[in-house]
């Protein structure tokens, strides 16, 4: 978890799909601690963490995901991987199983978007949700 006294908190994300479950648990655990509603924010991580795991890391290659507040009070969600590609909204038809993620993400976000991270170590997806 995140350093005493600070307000963020974060997991190391395992490459392999079951483990977004955990991740909704993490979100619903802190969100409730807050008194959030955990449905959009388990709905916005678990894109996130699905996306990077599906598209961004390698296959033995970890993600961190963190989680926080903003000085409004509004949820902070990122995702860090180690590749550099950026992600992009794909439009799925209404019979496809994948390609909605960063559609949900853009629907229910405040805002959204990726920082590169120095060194061409990667990238942080992150998405702002008003509380």
Known sequence: MGEAGCNENEIVV????SVVA???R???LLTGQWGMDDFVPCLV????VTN????ASAPDGDVT?????TDDGAL???IQDATCELPRIQYADTISEAGRGLFIVDQFARCWGVRPLAGNAGKVVFAVLDA
Do not use: C, P, T
């Not at 395992?14 to 799909?17: E, F, R, S, Y």
């Not at 990077?52 to 598209?55: E, G, M, V």
């Not at 995901?65 to 507040?69: L, N, S, Y």
């Open 45 to 48: 991580a678990s894109e996130l």
């Open 65 to 69: 995901f963190r989680i926080g507040r």
């Open 76 to 78: 902070w969600l990122e």
């Open 52 to 55: 990077a795991l599906r598209y």
């Open 14 to 17: 395992k490459n392999d799909l």
């Open 26 to 28: 993490f979100v619903r």
């Open 22 to 24: 955990e991740v909704r």
